[in-house]
């Protein structure tokens, strides 16, 4: 099933169910995403306890009570987070997949736009992210605003540009729930898995 036609099927279901039997369809998703996929979560506390690491091995995603987002720290990556009151041009490559239809939606991975990575900018406000996509896949279908849910994942990330051969770009796995998500999941109540990796640009 493509994503246009993802969107389809949910626009049509959306229009005969409440907003709260959305909800749990949405967490019914994401639920059997955890499950399917053999997801260990952690808690805020173990996570910091780990040194804000999660372990890949056993598949660890952290869940941030507060948002309902989950996160996975693959790779930390080189160079340095961004520093408080500092705005920084960022490179990413991603792939979205809608996890109530379970099918891959958006993604500038493909052999079209493997050499096109999507441009934004990022500001650390004190601890508070905000980000505005340039250009790119989800500058082009959803416009500039950065979902939250992508937000959680820099006060745990560098951004650098690798140099030397073992340098890595920042990798990340997230698990979103519609409130935290781009406008058509918001509006539509449905959750989205993302793979992410992150470099600094110029």
Known sequence: MTGVCALLLLSACNE????TEK???ENAAINAYIAKNNIKTITESEFESAG???DVSKNEYVLFEGTGVY???VTKGCGQPVKKGETVNVLCRFTEV??????????NNSLRYSEIPDKLTITNNSGSYQGSFV?????SIYGAAVPNGWLS???????GRPVNEDDEVSHVKLIVPAEQGQQYASQNVYPCFYDL??????
């Open 197 to 202: 990796t992150f470099q600094r640009g110029v």
């Open 16 to 19: 005969t169910e409440t907003y």
């Open 153 to 159: 994942a820099f006060p745990y990330i560098n951004l």
């Open 98 to 107: 809608n996890l109530l239809v379970d099918t891959m939606q958006l993604s």
């Open 135 to 139: 250009s790119g896949r989800m500058y």
């Open 71 to 73: 996160l996975q720290v």
């Open 52 to 54: 804000y690491k999660t």
């Open 23 to 25: 909800r749990e369809r």
